[in-house]
């Protein structure tokens, strides 16, 4: 936890994550880990008592995360939505802006790489789960 | 032609800066090969054989005269004073040196150019009609579409780390030029039920060890679903595709392993759900880029007629007959510049030629040049009175050769001469074939003849689509070469079949002629080689070659 990077304002969730199928079955856990390959959708029905999800990413190259990501903030997670594992500074801007807002990554980042990254490009041709504002929406007012 | 604003220009720039950094940071041994390798690859930089090799995006094969020119450059300046055309429409250097790779994409983005997303597992260049608003047969110009993918798929938060690359192909025409059914996504422009315009979608085609045809997914798509579609298709992809095994991680796989029927039945499920939250793009922003590739300023009321006396010279004459292609405005024509001249390699250009080309296209093309997935240029706006002249320019430069859609047009993968995974020599093949077959009348009393090859499974020289396709395999530690018949990369898209035991190189190109002397036995007056093979099947062509 030593490297944990968040971007929220409110308290790290105290609670250890658990696995999915543990989750599904504690009616009163409330941080549940995910794994890759796992159906972020089975926990739609849970969000009022969901305050932390962790995703892993077993190799950075995998890139099923995302989409988990991407789905939860669709269906309305707002709370604290965590990359686990291989995450790497090259690769943070993307999962910010799918969603994540904190960070758990095996190896330490260097905060100045890090700020860089996040910071070097100022357009984005998409909308996705963060705020940026995507060209076409600037180009049109 | 498409010209960036501020905005595309800054992630352009942007981009370079970020490929500095990392490419310090690999240097510096901060990052690791194995860290930094997906991130070159994202940029189009591949650890070749002899050196590095940097492949630059021509977006839907669209190019100015003055991109070219900076094509140019860079061959003279950082390679070896040439590039070469691939078969997605993209433009490839040897010989790059990585710490120079920075700068080199400094220089490309002063001319709108970069090589985001050639390579590595993300959505790659769109490629598209190289004859777009040009062509008489095309229902709508595919251009603004194209350019409205590149933007949405440049830098995708949820799409860059696939199992796999993906592919988009976009057409607009019955015929297809670009190979769309060979590509993960291939969309073409069709009518709907209401007249409207939208997508005809198939997914799931591809060359590689395992070669499929794009299966149809849905044969109308409402023009303002398309990015919410495609992002369905790709976030099934993304979820489900396999990533324990390289060889099956391609959209294609998963297709095929749960059926066209499951498959789109899981895309439409996904993008119901999708819906809600991914935004159309506005209408207003699609405008803006249709405006820019409205039609160039035609002169009106030209004699559509090419000059009795210069065509009277038999060389002019075949290089109408197979280089120039009827154009929609009355008047004028559209040019293929072979890239394949006998003895030469095919795709590649040298410095001198592309600065050439540049000079043609401002003077007589209205400043617009496309790269073909066939690996030539076409020079789509020349007025006819223009031909002779045009001609003339391009034959002095080892340019004007005729014989496009011929049986020395081949499509050729590098092979064993620069490509770390080969199991052959391709290169010398087709300098083979095309050298047996140089004569003028042999070749055009042959007509439209396909021939694609690869130096290994791979199938980077579409050889499964070929009318006659070669592989290259390894026998026991020699270069040995596999034939097969009756493919096409057409809108009849077939995969094509394996004759029998493989030939060495001068084996290969014997067991062509004798198909191809059987071809010649067989057809009816005016019949294609691919349309006797159709009809009279396999077992006669087999006879001829094996005996
Ligand atoms: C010389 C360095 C090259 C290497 C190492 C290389 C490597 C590969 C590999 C590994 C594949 C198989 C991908 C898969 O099945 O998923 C592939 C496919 C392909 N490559 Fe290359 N390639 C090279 C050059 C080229 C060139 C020069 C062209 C164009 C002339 C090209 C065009 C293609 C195409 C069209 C495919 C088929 C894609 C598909 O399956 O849809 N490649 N290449
Ligand atoms: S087909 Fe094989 S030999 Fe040819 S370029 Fe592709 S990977 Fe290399």
Redesign the pocket.
């Known amino acids: 936890m030593d490297n944990l990077l968040r971007f929220r304002d409110d308290e790290p969730h105290e609670e250890p994550a658990v696995t999915l199928d543990a989750f599904l079955e504690q009616s009163d856990a409330t941080a549940v880990r995910l794994e890759a390959g796992e159906d972020a959708r089975l926990l739609i029905p849970h969000f009022g008592r969901l305050a932390l999800v962790e995703v892993s990413f077993p190799r950075f190259r995998d890139g099923r995360g995302y989409s988990s990501a991407r789905i939860l903030r669709e269906a309305g997670y707002t709370g604290e939505l965590r990359a686990e594992g291989d995450v790497l500074v090259d690769q943070l801007l993307f999962m910010r802006r799918c969603g994540f807002d904190s960070f758990a990554p095996a190896q330490p980042l260097d905060l100045d790489v890090v700020k860089a990254s996040l910071e070097r490009y100022p357009n984005v041709y998409q909308t996705a789960a963060d705020r940026s504002v995507p060209v076409w929406n600037l180009r049109h007012g | 032609m498409y010209k960036y604003d501020r905005f595309d220009q800054e992630i352009v720039d942007a981009r370079v800066d970020e490929f500095r950094d990392q490419t310090r940071r690999r240097i510096a041994g901060e990052l690791s090969e194995d860290q930094f390798k997906p991130l070159r690859l994202k940029n189009g930089l591949?650890l070749?054989?002899h050196a590095y090799?940097l492949?630059v995006a021509v977006p839907y094969g669209m190019m100015s005269g003055r991109q070219l020119r900076m094509l140019g450059h860079i061959a003279r300046t950082y390679s070896r004073d040439y590039g070469?055309?691939?078969?997605?429409q993209?433009m490839?250097f040897h010989w790059i040196k990585l710490e120079q790779a920075p700068d080199i994409l400094a220089e490309l983005a002063t001319v709108e150019m970069h090589a985001i997303q050639t390579s590595g597992e993300s959505i790659r260049n769109i490629s598209s009609d190289h004859f777009a608003g040009a062509a008489a047969d095309e229902i709508a110009d595919p251009r603004p579409w194209a350019e409205l993918i590149r933007q949405w798929t440049t830098f995708h938060p949820e799409f860059s780390y696939f199992p796999?690359?993906f592919?988009i192909a976009l057409t607009a025409s019955d015929n297809d030029r670009v190979?769309a059914l060979?590509?993960?996504i291939a969309l073409k422009l069709v009518p709907g039920p209401d007249g409207e315009i939208g997508f005809c979608v198939h997914v799931g085609?591809?060359?590689?060890?395992?070669?499929f045809i794009a299966k149809l997914v849905r044969p109308y798509l409402p023009p303002q679903h398309l990015l919410s579609y495609i992002a369905a298709i790709m976030r099934v992809w993304n979820r489900y595709g396999r990533r324990d095994n390289?060889?099956k991680?391609?959209i294609?796989i998963l297709v095929h392993d749960l059926g066209a029927e499951e498959f789109t039945r899981q895309v439409e499920e996904e993008w119901q759900l999708m819906l809600p939250t991914e935004p159309p793009f506005p209408q207003a922003e699609l405008d803006r880029i249709a405006v820019q590739f409205a039609p160039p300023p035609f002169e009106t009321g030209l004699a559509d007629t090419i000059d009795p006396a210069a065509a009277a010279d038999p060389a002019f004459a075949r290089w109408l007959t197979h280089n120039v292609h009827a154009h929609r405005q009355p008047g004028y024509a559209i040019v293929t510049v072979s890239l394949k001249p006998p003895g030469g390699i095919p795709?590649d250009i040298t410095a001198d030629q592309l600065e050439l080309l540049a000079d043609l296209a401002e003077r007589y093309a209205f400043d617009e040049l496309r790269s073909t997935?066939a690996?030539n240029v076409v020079l789509p706006h020349v007025r006819k009175a223009d031909l002779h002249a045009l001609w003339q320019a391009l034959d002095a430069a080892g340019l004007a050769t005729a014989n496009v859609d011929l049986v020395s047009d081949i499509?050729?993968?590098?092979?064993l001469d620069?490509?770390?995974?080969?199991n052959a020599r391709s290169i010398p093949v087709a300098q083979k074939i095309a050298d047996r077959f140089a004569d003028y009348d042999r070749q055009k009393d042959l007509g439209e003849l396909k021939i694609k090859i690869s130096g290994c499974i791979?199938?980077?020289?579409?050889h499964h689509v070929g009318h006659i396709g070669i592989l290259g395999v390894d026998r026991k530690g020699t270069e040995n070469y596999q034939l097969l018949l009756g493919g096409s990369g057409a809108e009849d898209a077939a995969l094509a079949k394996i004759t029998g035991p493989g030939f060495d190189e001068d084996g290969v190109v014997d067991a062509v002629e004798r198909t191809i002397e059987r071809y010649r036995q067989l057809r009816t007056e005016g019949e294609r080689f691919l349309d006797t093979y159709r009809r009279v099947g396999f077992e006669p062509f087999k006879e001829a070659i094996y005996g």
Do not use: E
């Not at chain 2, 070469?84 to 997605?88: E, K, P, V």
């Not at chain 2, 499509?411 to 092979?415: A, Q, T």
């Not at chain 2, 791979?458 to 579409?462: I, M, T």
């Open positions: 591949y070749q054989l090799m492949r070469h055309f691939t078969t997605r993209n490839q796999r690359k592919k190979a060979s590509h993960d085609g591809g060359m590689g060890r395992t070669p390289i060889h991680a391609r294609k795709g997935h690996q499509i050729v993968c590098p092979g620069y490509c770390s995974l080969a791979n199938a980077c020289g579409h």
